[in-house]
């Protein structure tokens, strides 16, 4: 599993995807920054962190369109299917060394925070549990992007199929003003990514909008271990 771990960390810096990442994410997150907080001059970041949620439907699936596409493209995937290590292992090591570089670029993202103590008093407590919301939320969009990139080896399509499932998440219960039906509305909000984000943003660590998170990043991880084990003994 370290041996993985480590090759996919290598990939992201010797091949132009990890910086690109890096790039696209300190861009997006500097121009919402500023829209969210220093541009309406407040140092509430909770408006900044709600816009993110919508910026990582298309930085997200960046970092995780190659993870298995580009094995199937390459060929090399047989290598993965009859290395001495178990399919979960190998689903694993690929999703933490996406989650690292994901982990990484939003703590480096923290810098843009420094300014608003020039002008006002941040409440530190709400932001960093804003911060442990994204990071969750991180994790399940990454488990949505490797499932996406094991069913096909074109890295254009697992970045739009990912896209797809991730704004579906993102945006389910925007609809439940326009729908009458009590159960819709219930389902909607049930998924939704963004209604469950809502208690962070008063300061409130929602326990259970965390194991709804952790159990979308469980199920999703546990298809994509299920489509392997079926194309390793096929």
Known sequence: MLAIYKKEMRGY???????????????????????????????????????????YIVIVPLLTMRTFAEERRTRTEQLLLTAPISITSMIMAKFLAAFTMFAGTVLVSCLYYLPLFGYGEPNVGKAVGCLIAMLLIGMCFISVG??????????VTASIGTMAILLGFAVAAIFNNLIDTYFIRYILNWISVYSRYVNFTNGIFDIAATVYYLSITAVFLFLSVRIYERRRYA
């Open 146 to 155: 490797i499932f996406v990139s094991t069913l096909t080896e074109s890295t």
């Open 13 to 55: 810096f010797t091949t132009p995807l990890g910086y690109v990442f890096i790039a696209v994410f300190l861009a997006v997150s500097g121009f919402m920054f500023a829209v969210g907080t220093l541009q309406s001059g407040t140092s509430d970041v909770s408006g900044y962190f709600q816009l993110m949620i919508f910026g």
